[in-house]
């Protein structure tokens, strides 16, 4: 166990986790935000959920995401631990901080892929599969990447449906209203993006 290892005083805060917990919650961060980095941003691709849901109000409300986005993601957490523990929530931490390291380096460096904007349904496809296994990974380890995957998760529990619904539904109605402001044909090439990622994560999910 990773606790094996630590001084007494951190061995309750690393309580359940094993090295090799921990190494896939690393590896699916480092996976989900490459393909952030270097297909959704360098593409133009949005996301729903709150990613989208952040958007929206910055475009609408000229709200900073550096404000808006711990806002929203601490309200899902804050939902998300009634339900789904104290663990769920201590995994969710590493995992995010991790998305959050990983991207400070991604962002050091150029883009690693060619830009694909003249190629919008390859890039819609690339990106769903790096979200998808990155936060599909995350997800089977008992967490969440942010308050998308912790908002979809409870959503999930409380109405005992599968995962890939509960992402489609907050998808869904985020996309909606990114209506007003992105143009249809942008929209769809998203919607691809949210489908594929959201099928990979229930299938990962579904074999733990």
């Known amino acids: ?14 309580a359940g986790l094993s090295w090799k917990k921990l190494l896939l919650i690393v590896g699916g961060a480092a996976i989900c935000s490459f393909g952030l980095y270097n297909i959704h941003q360098q593409n133009g691709i949005t996301e729903g959920g709150i990613l989208g849901l952040m958007l929206f109000f910055n475009h609408w409300f000229s709200i900073s995401p550096t404000i808006l986005t711990p806002i929203l993601d601490f309200l899902c957490y804050a939902v998300a631990f009634k339900y789904l523990g104290a663990q769920f929530l ?11 390291f990983f991207f400070d380096i991604w962002e050091r460096f150029p883009p690693m892929l060619p830009n694909l904007s003249g190629y919008p349904l390859v890039a819609a496809l690339l990106g769903g599969i790096f979200v998808g296994v990155g936060v599909g990974v995350i997800v089977r380890q008992g967490g969440s990447s942010g308050g998308d995957d912790a908002l979809a998760l409870t959503i999930s529990h409380l109405a005992k449906c599968r995962i890939a619904r509960a992402y489609l539904v907050t998808d869904f109605v985020v996309l909606g209203l990114s209506l007003s402001y992105i143009p249809l044909q942008r929209i769809a090439f998203s919607v691809v993006t949210v489908l594929l990622s959201s099928f990979i994560i229930d299938r990962l999910q579904s074999e733990s």
Request: hydrophobic share 50%; glycine share 0%; no cysteine.
């Open 1 to 14: 166990m990773l606790t094996d290892s630590l001084p007494y005083f951190m061995k309750r805060l690393a």
């Open 90 to 100: 201590k995994i969710s931490a590493i995992s995010t901080l991790s998305v959050a």
